[in-house]
């Protein structure tokens, strides 16, 4: 089997490259064209010179870049992992989000369409898409209204895989997955930003943290379950629209707390709002305020997803705590931030 991950950089495209490796897939994994690209990610997998795996240089804004992508790799899966993936930067990027994360879709469903409509899709949608939610949990047949230009991109991206799945009958499968994180998240989504600034206050690299809106709810699981739900997605007779989740919500506040705990730091909150300190409760040093800077223009309060469907079409389940995944990325900021590394 030949697949081409969009994305390879990114959080998940490491994890689903290691499963696909694992499975014995040749692997194209594909990366944009920067004054310097990096692969820290698949290298602390220990994937990046596996014989089996090809980087290929590829913007999915480019159209024709697309269709001679597939026309040369002719793939039996294309995975869409690939986007401008962080809500805060659509606030002041819209046009930029839009192209990559909504029109970058369009571009693979059409190269598909033209050069070999049997090639197996999926794209990477997400529960931004429910944003503020019409009802709870959120399923598969719950309304969407996104509070981002990100979701609102996310959600074209959505709909036009569903219309390639009813219009040209392309297995085409939309995957809206909740937030899930690992040791290898990017820094500036908050649990990374919080096991990062953790490990650094516990090794006293830094004094104190800064947050945004505490209060907001997410339901987090463990990107390596979810790389593996994808994959069953596209082994299925027909394709469809599945929501992967833990099925659980914790607030910004309670993973803080986590994650202080993790390293061995007991905290007291104090105050509300804008004034929400924390303190070490030993020391009586403050270790997280609140920036106004990091609240969103319109947030997404509560996300919380009921993943039946997927257990019973796909037999995925979530198999990791969030205390466990917590844990894991409190451990490895600590022997990172020990030995000097920096992403
Ligand atoms: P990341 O932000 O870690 O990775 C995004 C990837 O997209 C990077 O490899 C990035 O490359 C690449 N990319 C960005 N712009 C382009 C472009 N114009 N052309 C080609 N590649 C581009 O995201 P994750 O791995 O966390 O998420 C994977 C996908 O799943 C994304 O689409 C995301 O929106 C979606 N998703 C993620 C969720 C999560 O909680 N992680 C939840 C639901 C959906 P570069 O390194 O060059 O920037
Ligand atoms: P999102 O769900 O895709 O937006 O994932 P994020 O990890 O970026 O944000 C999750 C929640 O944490 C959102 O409700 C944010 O408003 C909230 N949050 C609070 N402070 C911060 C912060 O400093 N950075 C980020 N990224 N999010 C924050």
């Not at 039996?76 to 029109?103: C, H, K, M, R």
């Not at 033209?114 to 997400?126: C, D, G, M, W």
């Not at 990374?192 to 505490?214: F, H, P, Q, W, Y």
């Not at 009586?284 to 106004?292: A, D, H, Q, S």
Request: charged content about 25%; overall charge neutral.
């Amino acid at each position: 089997m030949k697949a081409i991950i969009t994305g390879i950089t990114g959080q998940d495209g490491a994890y689903l490259a290691q499963l696909l490796l694992e499975k014995g897939y040749i692997v194209y994994g594909t990366y944009r064209r920067t004054s310097s690209v990096n692969f820290w990610r698949t290298e602390e997998l220990g994937i990046s010179g596996h014989p089996n795996l090809h980087l290929v240089e590829y913007d999915l804004t480019d159209l024709g870049a697309s269709i001679s992508l597939i026309s040369k790799v002719e793939p039996d899966e294309i995975y869409n992992l690939a986007a401008q993936s962080f809500v805060g930067v659509s606030f002041d990027q819209p046009s930029t989000t839009a192209q990559i994360t909504g029109i970058g879709c369009l571009n693979i469903l059409e190269a598909i369409r033209l050069v070999n409509p049997k090639i197996r899709f999926y794209q990477a949608s997400t529960s931004e898409m429910f944003g503020k939610v019409q009802s709870i949990p959120q399923i598969e047949e719950t309304p969407f209204y996104p509070r981002s230009p990100y979701g609102v991109a996310k959600l074209y991206a959505h709909w036009m895989t569903v219309n390639y799945r009813e219009s040209y009958g392309m297995f085409a499968a939309s995957g809206i997955l909740f937030n899930h994180e690992s040791p290898l998240r990017g820094r500036e989504f908050v649990t990374r930003k919080i096991t990062d600034s953790v490990a650094k206050i516990k090794l006293g690299i830094m004094d104190c943290l800064e947050l945004g809106n505490l209060d907001a709810k997410r339901d987090w699981g463990y990107a390596k379950d979810y790389v593996e739900g994808m994959w069953r997605m596209l082994q299925v007779d027909e394709a469809d629209t599945y929501v992967l989740a833990t099925n659980r919500t914790e607030t910004v506040r309670d993973f803080v707390r986590m994650a202080f705990a993790n390293a061995g730091i007991d905290i007291r909150f104090h105050g509300g709002d804008v004034n929400e300190t924390a303190t070490d409760a030993e020391t009586g040093k403050v270790v997280l305020r609140i920036n106004p800077k990091f609240h969103r223009p319109a947030e997404v309060d509560l996300l919380i997803g009921n993943p039946a469907k997927a257990k019973l079409k796909l037999g995925w389940e979530p198999t990791t705590t969030l205390e466990r995944l917590c844990q894991m990325m409190v451990d490895a900021d600590i022997r990172r931030n020990k030995s000097g590394f920096s992403f």
